[in-house]
């Protein structure tokens, strides 16, 4: 048979020959590499028999996608192996791969907690010293099920009970045979390949993500193909909880939650600051590029959500309320708006519009409500209640690679400014449930291809993550150490405008449909508050930060004088505060440096003869003693963006 490599040369092998063989073929070096095989674009493991003429790519422990195999393995057949050793009673549910590394989920007798996992982890290190060859035996649906019912795994059973197949169930085993794992593979050829490893953290986790079901234990843990880059990993780990936005959020007194109102943000002063001046930075932004800001009703009745789709798709995410109006027979059935866009189009749709009008961009600091799971919220990241940099542009089918070019130049101008310098681009194709004939989505998903490819901008496709109503492109930026955010958005609908029967008269006399651009850039503020306060780990830019100078005084002498230096800084929009306690002005400036405040002017009675300011940075440990009049220039200069 005829098995065709990657750059398209041909070797040609015996039926029957698996990717051990291919790889030998090759070349020993690759032989001794290889850890599996993708055959006709499937992941195969490295031992399967190939049969046909076929396109062949060899899988290597070094490559992105053998380290992805090599976690999978680690989880299904180390973890679950050593859980099972250490809990002979526990019930193994499911172990896929993570961004990054792994997880276990398991129901045990003995409750599992963090101090476990270094003992969960050495019994791994014993399991994988033995470097066991995994292999795999196909089994019918009848002869699987009793395998895992003689085994009491339960979960298993379901997983192959609410399985379409009848045959060709896969089941790994180790030397021993003594543990079997069912898995949809691949999996290393042994456990030799395995690199460095750690369990990381305990959660827990309903079955099927159901709280109607067990809660499950939850074991999570990465891995890597060395300690070295298992080192850089965890000191990044470190980093960023040392960046968290909830424990910074705290120590800048910014933010907080509470049980009343879960996932939804009690903003302090502080925090409230930032969120005004980033929505003012922005509205300026808007408004420079030609949107028409406006405003939606936070509580719109049912039949509006039920034209524009989200009913049916969306109703799930959605707050529904239930109104007695007087002298109604029946209750009025409301729902909060998750989204702005079926309001904009009730604005479009006051007066006639012609094709001169378009396009036309209206925006909006919309606030919306969603329905997140209590155990998927996450800070500020995942909230129920968040405004938007909301906007829709209303246009012409002609005007979609212009208005794709004008809004990228906008998003990148804006991300640069707050300090975001690289960002990549993902076009996401038509997901499962959606609205909208296939006609309408391959036109939708032309478009937006042919304008991204024709305005020359790199990007990668991810099928199926479109929006319910059309394809889209998300932007993901890179923060200070290295984790990508999916924040900006831009997606195309040729559905909700003709669902909304908003129209223009044409050029040639005609009513047409409008395309329709959902479009946002910081996505929501919430979210993208938090995401700055990691990035910047809370030393934002001078004109962002809520509290930009303290003038702390060194002696009671000097009270005057900070009062004076702070009305100077007000009259020039400095939001500066005084610091005039009896406490010594090394516990002010540790106490106000906690708080991440940008600039701390130290004033005794020196200070105050010679006319100075005793300044010193977030960051620095040095003070420099500089003429006020010269400091308030520079830092008037600074306060812009």
């Not at 070019?405 to 101008?413: D, T, Y």
């Not at 007000?570 to 010594?584: A, G, P, S, T």
């Amino acid at each position: 048979m005829k098995l065709t490599l990657p750059d398209n040369s041909v070797r040609e092998l015996e039926k029957g020959s698996n990717g051990f063989d291919l790889a030998k073929d090759i070349g020993p070096g690759l032989a001794k590499a290889a850890i599996a095989v993708t055959v006709n674009g499937e992941q195969r493991d490295l031992l399967d028999p190939i049969t046909d003429d076929s396109d062949i790519s060899i899988i290597t422990i070094d490559s992105d996608v053998g380290i992805e195999i090599m976690r999978h393995t680690l989880t299904a057949q180390v973890l679950a192996k050593a859980l099972k050793n250490l809990y002979p009673k526990s019930k193994l549910a499911i172990g896929p791969t993570i961004d990054d590394g792994f997880y276990y989920d398991v129901e045990t007798e003995q409750a599992i907690s963090i101090d476990d996992l270094q003992k969960i982890e050495d019994e791994m290190h014993k399991i994988v010293k033995k470097k066991s060859l995994i292999t795999k035996k196909l089994e019918p649906k009848k002869e699987a099920l009793k395998i895992f019912e003689s085994l009491n795994e339960p979960y298993k059973q379901e997983i192959i009970n609410d399985s379409d197949q009848e045959d060709g169930f896969q089941l790994y085993y180790q030397d021993d045979e003594e543990f079997v794992d069912l898995c949809k593979g691949p999996h290393l050829p042994n456990l030799g390949f395995i690199g460095a490893f750690k369990l990381t953290k305990v959660s827990g986790a309903y079955w099927k993500g159901d709280s109607n079901n067990t809660m499950l234990t939850r074991i999570y843990g990465t891995a890597w193909n060395n300690e070295k880059d298992l080192n850089n990993y965890l000191n990044n780990l470190e980093e960023a909880q040392k960046r968290d936005h909830r424990k910074l959020g705290k120590e800048m007194d910014l933010f907080h939650f509470q049980d009343e109102a879960p996932g939804m943000v009690f903003w302090h002063p502080n925090g409230w600051a930032i969120y005004r001046k980033l929505r003012n930075f922005v509205r300026k932004r808007l408004e420079d590029s030609g949107y028409i800001e406006v405003n939606t009703p936070q509580v719109i009745d049912r039949k509006l959500w039920e034209a524009s789709g989200h009913w049916d798709k969306y109703r799930e995410n959605m707050f529904i309320t239930e109104i007695d109006e007087e002298h109604a027979n029946e209750k009025r059935i409301n729902a909060l708006k998750p989204m702005n866009c079926p309001g904009h189009v009730q604005i479009y749709n006051q007066g006639i519009k012609s094709y001169k009008d378009l396009p036309l961009k209206y925006a909006e600091f919309g606030l919306c409500h969603r329905y997140e799971r209590s155990g998927t919220m996450h800070g500020l990241m995942r909230v129920r209640a968040f405004t938007q940099d909301d906007g829709h542009i209303f246009c012409t089918d002609d005007q979609i690679e212009s208005e794709t070019g004008l809004f990228i130049e906008f998003l990148s101008s804006l991300y640069s400014d707050l300090g975001f310098d690289n960002f990549d681009i993902k076009l996401s194709t038509r997901p499962e449930m959606r609205v909208g004939s296939d006609e309408i989505w391959d036109k939708a998903e032309e478009a937006l291809e042919a304008a991204i490819k024709n305005l020359g901008y790199p990007y990668r496709i991810d099928e199926g993550d479109g929006a319910f109503y059309g394809p889209k492109l998300d932007f993901v930026l890179t923060d200070a150490i290295g984790r990508e955010w999916q924040c900006g958005t831009f997606q195309l609908d040729f559905n909700l405008a003709e669902r909304l029967d908003a129209q223009y008269v044409g050029e040639d006399g005609k009513k047409h449909n409008p395309v329709m651009i959902h479009r946002a850039v910081l996505g929501s503020f919430e979210r993208f508050i938090g995401i700055l306060i990691e990035n910047y780990a809370g030393k934002l830019p001078f004109w962002l930060a809520p509290q930009q100078v303290v003038v702390a005084s060194i002696v009671s002498d000097a009270n005057d004088y900070a009062i004076e230096i702070q009305k100077k800084l007000q009259e020039n929009n400095i939001k500066c505060e005084v610091d005039l306690r009896n406490e010594k002005i090394s516990y002010k400036v540790r106490e106000h440096s906690l708080k991440k405040v940008p600039l701390i002017f130290a004033i005794g009675k020196k200070e105050m003869s010679d006319n100075t300011v005793s300044v010193r940075r977030i960051g620095s440990n040095d003070n420099e003693v500089l003429d006020l009049d010269t400091v308030v220039k520079e830092i008037v200069k600074e306060n812009k963006v």
